[in-house]
């Protein structure tokens, strides 16, 4: 038979075909992108909530601890018991039922009251508060025995979780008097540690009920020689005073400032990167029956001298994410009454908590 007329198979691809392979390809590749990109925007937004609500949660701990502590000194509020500051500057003047929690409301970049210590501070964010809290923080550090004379060291029992060094600020208190000091010199022996406050650190190295000027080298010379017990504590003191504050890079952070310290490297201290804002509202007890009669701000509550009636606080943080491109669009939040529209891409949550002074409410 003759077959040279016979068609042979086609071969290969035709341009058309591997047009549409091309094509088709393309749009298998295009839907892989775009689920990859979608999960990973996914991922991106999920790790930044989780971020943002971590740093909150740390940042309203840090404050809800102090605030609650607020004042504490022992086995009676401060209002009760009489307080006496011998160490030596840097270190708040007094610890009283009007100065354990204090604060400053910004009035147009401007803080009212005015710190004494802003320089210090350095550039407070416009439109924050800060707060101020005074308090002794137990460490299970009891006296050995009673203290012989007014400026005899102090020995207690170790091991304490005091982690007590030279220059630290301490406060010794029981529930009529209380003294707050800066050891000089911290030695241990078997079972007992034993604090010196001499004057090179402290304006009077011995304990009196009062003074009559300070600084002082002799003996009491006014009210009586303190001689503290047994039964006696001594704790941590500390006054430190929150606030926002942007970073080296930027980013607004909670920081806090060690009153009882010289400014340097580590004071002020950043605590939490990412919190914008910080808003307090102070609950006072008017009538003195332990329950919140009004919530003002700081500049009300210092207009009114109501400092010692203050019984809670009602803290709200507005926390942001440190990456941009997040949202997409424009992200709107309520924040201190005021209806606030991000345009940064950042993710934007508000926080709010109340906490009530233990050492005022029975």
């Not at 392979?21 to 999920?46: D, E, H, M, P, S």
């Amino acid at each position: 038979m003759n077959t040279s007329n016979t068609k042979n198979p086609q071969k290969g691809l035709t341009l058309i075909e591997l047009m549409i392979a091309l094509v088709l390809g393309l749009l298998l590749v295009a839907g892989t992108i775009q689920v990859f990109v979608g999960n990973k925007q996914t991922a991106r937004v999920t790790e930044a909530h989780s971020r943002i609500q971590e740093n909150a949660r740390f940042a309203l701990e840090i404050l809800t601890r102090d605030i609650r502590a607020a004042g504490y000194s022992g086995c009676r509020t401060v209002d009760k018991i009489n307080i006496q500051t011998v160490a030596n500057a840097p270190v708040p003047a007094s610890m009283s039922g009007a100065t354990t929690i204090t604060g400053s409301n910004d009035q147009a970049g401007t803080l009212v009251p005015t710190p004494s210590f802003s320089a210090s501070l350095g550039a407070v964010v416009t439109g924050t508060d800060l707060i101020t809290v005074q308090r002794g923080t137990g460490c299970g550090a009891n006296l050995v025995g009673n203290i012989g004379s007014s400026n005899a060291n102090i020995q207690v029992y170790a091991p304490n979780t005091c982690s007590i060094s030279a220059n630290d600020v301490l406060m010794i208190a029981d529930c009529e008097d209380a003294h707050i000091f800066r050891a000089t010199n911290v030695s241990s022996s078997s079972g007992q540690e034993t604090v010196a406050h001499a004057s090179n650190l402290n304006q009077a190295n011995h304990f009196c009920t009062s003074y009559s000027s300070l600084p002082q080298t002799g003996a009491c010379d006014t009210g009586e020689t303190k001689l503290y017990g047994y039964d006696s504590e001594l704790f941590r003191y500390s006054s430190l005073t929150y606030y926002i504050r942007s970073n080296t890079s930027g980013n607004p952070s909670l920081y806090v400032y060690d009153e009882t310290q010289s400014v340097s490297g580590q004071n002020p201290l950043e605590l939490v990167e990412g919190i914008e804002n910080l808003q307090i509202e102070y609950g006072a007890d008017d009538n003195d029956d332990d329950t919140v009669d009004r919530y003002a701000n700081a500049k009300t509550i210092n207009d009114a001298t109501d400092w010692d009636k203050v019984v809670s606080a009602r803290i709200s943080i507005l926390a942001q994410t440190l990456e941009t491109n997040l949202t997409t669009g424009a992200q709107k939040v309520t924040f201190n009454g005021t209806e606030l529209t991000g345009t940064d891409g950042r993710i934007r949550r508000v926080f709010t908590s109340t906490i009530a002074i233990r050492n005022r409410v029975q």
